[in-house]
C-alpha cells in the first residue's frame, strides 16, 4: 500500500470542522480544549463566587436562601479546583510537555482524547444537581459526613461526577508520566528539563497517588448511603473522623497538585524576563520533590480540632512547618534570579512578580496557620478563606494567567495586545487585594467560613472585600478578551516571542507551530 | 513590657494601614484576635502575635530585595544582566537559617499546646451537645440541662425590622459558668459534625456524633461572650451562636438553684392533666425553636429539602406514628430523635400543635405522661 502522499498530505493538517475537536489526538489540539474547557469552568464557578458576594454584602438574607448559599460554596469550590485549575494545568502540560522535550506528541494520544472529553460529561452532571430535588450538594466540597448523607437526589450524581474527574485526572497524570520518562529527545536528560516539566512530573506523581484514595473516600460514602455499610457512622461502629483522614491524605498533595505546576510556570518566566538564568536549577528540582514528600505526612493540620492525641497534634504541627523551608527555598531562588538581571515588565513578568509576591502572603498566613494552638482560633474561619484563597487565586490562578500570556503568541503566532494585558494585570492585583486581604480581619475578628448572613459588626470588610470581589469578577472578561483577540490576529510573534526566552519551544520551533512537531528529534546540544 | 506595648501600638498602626485612610478606626470593627479572657486564648494570642511578626519582618527583607531590584535592575535604566547562578554556600544559608527560625516558633507552641490539651483538675464539667441547629448544655454533677437557641427574630434577618447590636450573637438561653473555676466541657454532637468556639475563650473543638472531646476554660473577667458554630452544619449552621455568661461564684449558684427549681417543676408539670389550649400555647414556642427551622412556621416545609406536616399523613394519621416520628426520629434523614433533646411536655405540646394547625384538625391531644409512657 504505497498511497504515501495523499497520506501524508492527511496527516499533516488537521481535520476540517467540529469532528477535528471530538476525534483529535494531537496534543496541541486536546491542549487547547483543556484550555478553553478550564476558562469557561473559570467564569462558571467565578458566577457563583459572585452570589456568594453579593449575599454576603450586607448583614441579612436578601438574595438566597441559606442552602441555595451553601450549594454556592460547595460547587464554586468543586468547580474551581476540578474544573478550572487541574484542566487549567492539564492543558498546559498537554502543549508544553512535548515540545519542551522534543516529543512529537504525547505517549497515549488516544487515551489523551478520552481523559478531556471525560470532562465535559462529568461537569454537566455536576452541574445538572442545581435542578434537582433538595439542591446541589451543600456539604461543602470536603463532603464531610454525616452532613453530605443529608444530600437530596444529587448525591450520587455528586459522587459519580467526582469519580470520572479522578478517572480523568489519572489518565492524564500516566500519560504525562510516560511521555516524560520514554519521549525525551536524545540528549535531554532529566536534569536538562524545564522546570516546567519538572514539577509537572512530580504532581503526576502525586496525582496518581492520591486521586485512587479520594475516589475510595467518596465510593464508602456512597456505600454508606445507599448499601446499610457504616464506614462513617457512629452508630454501626465507624468513625465520621475517619473520612477526614482519608480526605485529607487526598486533600493535602491536592493542594501541592494545584501549586507545583505554578511553581514551574514562574521558574520559566522570571529567567526570560530577567535575561538572567535561573539561579539554582537543582536546588529548585529537589526542593519540588521535598515539598511533594511532605505534602503526605501533613493532611492531619487541616483538622487539628478534631480532637487528635497531643502526640498526633505535635507531629503535623512540625511536619507543616518544614515545608516552609523548601518553599522559602523556592522564593529565595527566584529573588535571586531577578536580582542583578536586566529586567522588563511585560505581561507574564507582571503576573509572575504578582505570583511571588502574593503566593508568599498566602505563605506566611499558611505558617500561622500551621501553628496548632493558635490554629484552634484560625481554623473555619474568614482568616482560612483569605489563606486558601492567597495561594490559589494569586499563587495558582496567576501563574496560569502569567503562562497564557506568555505562551499565547507562540500557541497562535500573533502578539496580544500588551496594554489590555497591563490593565489586566493592574485591574487583577488591585482588586483580589480588596477582596481578600480584608477577610484575614474578619477572620481574626470571629466570622466563621460557610455562612451565608453574619453579626453587624462585619459588615465593613464584608463590603470591601464584595466590592473587590466584583471587580476582580469583571477584569477577567479582558482574559477572554485577549484570548480571543490573538487567536483572530495581531502584530505577529517572532519565533524566539520574547528576547530572553530559552527552550525548544521558542529556539527550534516558528509560531505558531505546526500541526505536528518534533517528528524527527531534535538535536540537544 | 515596654516592648509589648511597643508591639501593640504598631499592631495597629500597621492594620490601620489597610483601613483606607477610614477616621473611624474603632474596636467595634475587629482586626485582630481578641487576646480573650482565658489563660488558653492569652496564650494563642501571644503566639499569634509573635509569629505574626516574625512574618512581616521576613516580608519586609524578602520584598524589600525584590523591589529594589525591581527598581534598579531594569533593562530600561541600562542594567546589564549578569549571569551569576548557583552557590552551594548561599543555599545552605537559606534553608538552615529559616529551620532555625522554625525552631524558633516551634518551642513555645509546644509549651502552648501542651497546656491546652490538660483538662486534668477541672472543677466543673459540662456536656456540650451540637444539634442542627442549637446547642445543648448538661451540667452533669448539677442535674441542669438545658438547649440554647438563636434568639434572633425572623424579621431581623429579613430585613423588615433594624438589627440589634448582637444580630445572630444571641439565644434565648445562655450557657452560665463561674470565673476563675477550670471548667471542663465534653463536647459532642447528635446529628451532624459541629464546632463549638467562641473567639474570647480561645478554643475550638468539633462536636463529633458518636464521639466526645475535651476542652477546658477558665475564665478570669465576669461578661458576656459570643461564638458561633464553626463547622458547616447545614442550612443554619449561620444560626446556632453561642452565649457564656462568666458570673461570680455566688451568682452562679443562686441560678443553678433557679435552674434545678425549674427542672424540678417541669418534672412535677410533667405528671399532671393539661388542656389543650395550654398545650398548643406551649407547642406553637416549642415548635417554632426546634421545628420551625425545616419544617417552616407555615408546616409547609421546603419542597424536595423538607416534608410539610400541613396536611401530611404522619401528623393527621394515626397518633403512634406521629409519636414515634418525634421521639425516635427518621433514620437517613435530618429528622433527628427529638426524644433526646426535649422533654415530655414539650413532646405532647409539638404534637398536638402540629395535629391542630394550618388547617389540621384532628382535634387529638396527647399528655406529657402518655409520652413518658411510649419512651
Known sequence: ?525 | MFLLKVKQMLAVISVGLFMFGSSTVSAEYGLNLPRGVTPISQEAYDLHMLIFWICVVIAIVVFGAMFYSMLNHRKSKGAVASQFHESTAVEIVWTVVPFIILIGMAIPATKALVAMEDTSNSDITIKVTGYQWKWGYDYIDDGVSFLSTLSTPKEQIFGTEEKGENYLLEVDNPLVIPVNKKVRLLVTASDVIHAWWVPELGMKKDAIPGFVNEMWLKIDTEGTYRGQCAELCGKDHGFMPIVVVAKNDADYQTWLTEQQSASDADVEAAEKQWSKSDLMARGEKAYNTTCAACHQANGEGIPGAFPGIKGSAVSTGPMDAHLDMVLNGKAGTAMAAFGSQLNDIDIAAVITYERNSWGNDTGDLIQPSEVKAAR
Open chain 1, 1 to 525: 500500500m504505497s498511497t504515501a502522499t495523499t497520506h501524508d498530505e492527511h496527516h499533516h493538517g488537521p481535520d476540517k470542522g467540529i469532528m477535528r475537536w471530538v476525534f483529535t489526538t494531537n496534543h496541541k489540539d486536546i491542549g487547547t480544549l483543556y484550555l478553553l474547557f478550564a476558562l469557561l469552568m473559570f467564569f462558571v464557578g467565578g458566577s457563583m463566587a459572585m452570589v456568594i458576594r453579593l449575599e454576603l454584602f450586607q448583614p441579612g438574607l436578601q438574595f438566597v436562601n441559606p442552602q441555595f448559599f451553601n450549594s454556592m460554596t460547595t460547587m464554586h469550590a468543586l468547580i474551581m479546583i476540578f474544573g478550572a485549575v487541574m484542566p487549567a494545568f492539564v492543558g498546559l502540560a498537554n502543549w508544553l510537555i512535548p515540545i519542551m522535550l522534543g516529543a512529537p506528541d504525547m505517549a497515549l494520544p488516544r487515551m489523551n482524547n478520552w481523559s478531556f472529553w471525560i470532562l465535559p460529561f462529568a461537569f454537566t452532571m455536576l452541574l445538572s444537581t442545581l435542578f434537582m430535588d433538595g439542591g446541589a450538594p451543600a456539604g461543602g466540597w470536603t463532603m464531610y459526613p454525616p452532613l453530605v448523607l443529608q444530600t437530596g437526589d444529587a448525591f450520587p450524581f455528586l459522587i459519580f461526577s467526582i469519580h470520572l474527574m479522578g478517572i480523568s485526572s489519572i489518565m492524564g497524570a500516566i500519560n504525562v508520566i510516560v511521555t516524560i520518562v520514554n519521549m525525551r529527545a536524545p540528549g535531554m536528560t532529566l536534569m536538562k528539563m524545564p522546570l516546567f516539566v519538572w514539577t509537572w512530573l512530580i504532581t503526576a506523581y502525586l496525582l496518581i497517588a492520591v486521586m485512587p484514595v479520594l475516589a475510595g473516600a467518596v465510593t464508602m460514602l456512597l456505600t454508606d448511603r445507599f448499601f446499610d455499610t457504616s464506614f462513617f457512622n457512629a452508630a454501626g461502629g465507624g468513625d465520621p473522623v475517619m473520612f477526614q483522614h482519608i480526605f485529607w491524605f487526598f486533600g493535602h498533595p491536592e493542594v501541592y497538585i494545584l501549586i507545583l505546576p505554578a511553581f514551574g510556570i514562574v521558574s520559566q518566566i522570571i529567567p526570560t524576563f530577567a535575561r538572567k538564568p535561573l539561579f539554582g536549577y537543582s536546588s529548585m528540582v529537589y526542593a519540588t520533590a521535598s515539598i511533594a514528600f511532605l505534602s503526605f505526612i501533613v493532611w492531619a493540620h487541616h483538622m487539628f480540632t478534631v480532637g487528635m492525641p497531643l502526640t498526633g497534634e505535635l507531629f503535623f504541627m512540625y511536619a507543616t512547618m518544614l515545608i516552609a523551608v523548601p518553599t522559602g527555598v523556592k522564593v529565595f531562588n527566584w529573588v535571586s534570579t531577578m536580582w542583578k538581571g536586566s529586567m522588563t515588565f511585560e505581561t507574564p513578568m507582571l503576573f509572575a512578580i504578582g505570583f511571588v509576591i502574593m503566593f508568599s502572603i498566602g505563605g506566611f498566613s499558611g505558617l500561622m496557620l500551621a501553628i496548632a494552638p493558635v490554629d484552634f482560633q484560625y481554623h473555619d474561619t474568614y482568616f482560612v478563606v483569605a489563606h486558601f484563597h492567597y495561594v490559589l487565586v494569586t499563587g495558582a490562578i496567576f501563574a496560569i494567567m502569567a503562562a497564557a500570556y506568555y505562551w499565547l503568541p507562540k500557541w497562535t503566532g500573533n502578539m496580544y495586545n500588551e496594554s489590555v494585558g497591563k490593565w489586566h494585570f493592574w485591574l487583577s492585583t488591585i482588586s483580589v487585594n480588596v477582596l481578600f486581604f480584608p477577610q484575614h480581619f474578619l477572620g481574626l475578628a470571629g466570622m466563621p467560613r460557610r455562612i451565608p448572613d453574619y453579626s453587624v459588626q462585619f459588615t465593613e470588610f464584608n463590603q470591601i472585600s464584595s466590592i473587590g470581589g466584583f471587580v476582580f469578577g469583571l477584569s477577567q472578561l479582558l482574559m477572554v478578551y485577549i484570548v480571543v483577540s490573538s487567536i483572530r490576529g495581531g502584530e505577529k510573534a517572532t519565533d524566539r516571542v520574547w528576547e530572553g526566552a530559552t527552550g525548544l519551544e521558542f529556539e527550534q520551533l516558528p509560531s505558531p507551530p505546526p500541526y505536528h512537531t518534533f517528528e524527527t528529534a531534535p538535536v540537544i546540544k
